[in-house]
């Protein structure tokens, strides 16, 4: 079984059934607390990995005047979604989705840890949004203090990593999701923690202080570069930490 073929398993399951946990509650708050500073009656919206339009169906209970896109890998949530007034592509993130229109918010939940070549999709999320939109990417985290006894007290792969079988194939820090935002043209304005594994829900709260205690981080970014085509062009294989950060660092798209 390929990538494309076990990742499309693994979204058609996620989409069968609607999911409202803090991860989403958080990002929907995000997005709406930008469409306020934007002041824009019918904001654009794009999700990509959709899954169930969660936070756009969210947002539009808000902005019924909005324009709202997913994209995703499964055809039946794509068809599902437009029955329900959000608009959409089947489309295979692993290579770049470039749309006709502009928006101002892109949401990226949980895929980045998916990809092969993340960045034919930051490459389009790049394209696709206006001057100054805004991105709201999230990831699990692989650095989390409970990844340090799975390692080295159990001999295991880091927690919520990728691992044997696992539909997660990269594991990401927040350093790194950091320096690879900045050579794809975004500046991080925020970060914030989820939930707190095997802690009550109340406890959440300090990872909006310490986002490393989450069990996902959220970054909320905004453009202010435009696309990085020679990250797309450049296909070198970095195999060690210190010359991806190097690499990174070098391909920055602002100063």
């Given at each position: 079984m390929d990538n494309t073929t076990m990742q499309i398993e693994s979204f058609d399951d996620r989409s069968k059934y609607a999911v409202w946990n803090l991860r989403y509650r958080l990002m929907y708050q995000e997005a709406h607390s930008i469409l306020k500073r934007i002041k824009k009656d019918n904001p654009a919206l794009i999700d990509y990995a959709v899954c169930g339009g969660e936070v756009l169906s969210e947002i539009k209970k808000i902005y019924p005047k909005s324009y709202t896109f997913g994209v995703d890998l499964v055809p039946d949530t794509v068809k599902t979604l437009k029955t329900i007034g959000i608009d959409g592509a089947v489309a295979d993130l692993e290579n770049t989705f470039l749309s006709d229109k502009k928006f101002d918010i892109a949401l990226?939940?949980?895929?980045?840890?998916?990809?092969?070549?993340?960045?034919?999709?930051?490459?389009?999320?790049?394209?696709?949004?206006?001057?100054?939109?805004?991105?709201?990417?999230?990831?699990?985290?692989?650095?989390?203090?409970?990844?340090?006894?799975?390692?080295?007290?159990?001999?295991?792969?880091?927690?919520?990593?990728?691992?044997?079988?696992?539909?997660?194939?990269?594991?990401?820090?927040?350093?790194?999701?950091?320096?690879?935002?900045?050579?794809?043209?975004?500046?991080?304005?925020?970060?914030?923690?989820?939930?707190?594994?095997?802690?009550?829900?109340?406890?959440?709260?300090?990872?909006?202080?310490?986002?490393?205690?989450?069990r996902h981080i959220i970054v909320v970014a905004r453009k202010v570069a435009p696309p990085n085509k020679k990250l797309i062009e450049d296909t070198s294989v970095i195999g060690d930490a210190g010359r991806l950060v190097d690499f990174l660092k070098k391909n920055k798209q602002w100063k």
């Open positions: 990226a939940g949980e895929i980045i840890e998916h990809l092969l070549l993340p960045d034919n999709m930051l490459y389009s999320i790049n394209s696709n949004l206006n001057d100054n939109g805004y991105l709201i990417l999230s990831f699990p985290n692989s650095a989390h203090f409970i990844s340090i006894i799975m390692q080295w007290i159990l001999d295991l792969p880091p927690y919520l990593g990728a691992r044997y079988r696992s539909v997660h194939i990269r594991n990401y820090t927040y350093r790194i999701i950091k320096l690879l935002l900045q050579a794809h043209g975004f500046k991080i304005v925020k970060r914030l923690g989820t939930e707190i594994p095997y802690l009550p829900d109340f406890m959440s709260a300090f990872s909006r202080v310490f986002p490393r205690l989450g």
